[in-house]
């Protein structure tokens, strides 16, 4: 029994002298400033339709159904024929009707051609009015291919969407989403190693006033350099939003950061939320919330 109370609290002061490198990121591991709710995003998936067929689902089926039908109604005519003339050709074959069908579908096609070539007074009124079967049908294409291209130019210009309803995802004007994401996670290094190092007028610049207000506060708790490396880190853009006046962007990092001297390892869970100033030419995005 004494042994295991000896056991007991050995593992008791070692959870709570063990060495935790959460407190040594920056911002402490705390949440500061503004919060806004964030969720993933995913592209949107452009839809595949046929327009054609979606505009005449019948059209296809149609051209099948009278070239069946035509040869159908051939070998049916091939067939009247020769039970109306049954004394006459007695002993014919199935190969006979079928001859015969094909030449009774053959003339009908060629008379149906003929009798469409000669055209009718109304016709000729409806191809002066533009409404002729042949240009009907490429209006109705050209405005299918219009169609086609606005949809195409919207899917481009908003290509992602929030899988939250309640969490906008309305990007600012002229932003390059790739860019900006490459860009914050170096960004997220500097800032580490400035906080690492109590680089207060660096980090500075990137923050808002209020918020520089509360990092100070937590940077002084620390005392001397810190040793926090970043292993890898990857960033997530999660929510966006803007009007005339501001724009604002959600950032989620994620991956792996050590405390150097200690060797202990933590997972990098955080969220920046930075805002811009629209009203000012060239305003730099500062960070005004942090989520750990």
């Known amino acids: 029994m004494k042994r295991f109370f000896t056991v007991f609290a050995l593992i008791v002061a070692v959870s709570f002298t063990a060495p935790h490198a959460e407190a040594k990121k920056f911002g402490g591991g705390k949440s500061f400033g503004k919060s806004f709710k964030t969720a993933p995003v995913r592209k949107q998936q452009p839809q595949q339709t046929d327009t054609i067929r979606k505009q ?16 159908l109604g051939g070998l049916l005519a091939g067939g009247l024929l020769a039970a109306f003339f049954g004394g006459a050709f007695d002993g014919i ?6 001859i015969i069908g094909v030449i009774a579908f053959v003339l009908f096609k060629i008379f149906k051609a003929m009798r469409a070539n000669k055209g009718t007074p109304m016709g000729h009124r409806e191809s002066y009015a533009g409404n002729s079967p042949r240009q009907s049908q490429q209006q109705q294409q050209q405005k299918q291919q219009q169609q086609f291209r606005q949809g195409a130019a919207q899917q481009q210009s908003s290509g992602y969407e929030s899988t939250d309803s309640e969490v906008p995802f309305n990007l600012p004007p002229n932003f390059n989403m790739n860019t ?7 960004h997220y290094r500097v800032i580490q190693g400035a906080w690492n190092h109590n680089e207060l007028e660096k980090i500075r610049e990137y923050v ?38 501001m724009a604002q962007l959600s950032i989620k990092f994620s991956g792996r950061y050590k405390d150097s001297a200690e060797g202990v390892e933590e997972d990098i869970t955080d969220v920046w939320h930075l805002e811009r100033d629209l009203r000012k030419p060239n305003a730099p995005w500062l960070i005004v919330g942090i989520q750990s």
């Open 56 to 71: 005449n689902p019948t059209a296809a089926s149609s051209a099948k159904k009278g070239l069946m039908g035509g040869l």
């Open 93 to 98: 074959q199935f190969m006979d009707i079928l």
């Open 180 to 186: 900006f994401l490459n860009g914050s996670r170096d």
């Open 208 to 245: 808002s006033p209020a918020l520089m207000a509360d990092l100070t506060a937590e940077r002084a708790k620390l005392s001397g350099e810190q040793h926090t490396e970043v292993m890898y880190v990857d960033a997530e853009l999660v929510r966006a939003d803007h009007d005339a006046n």
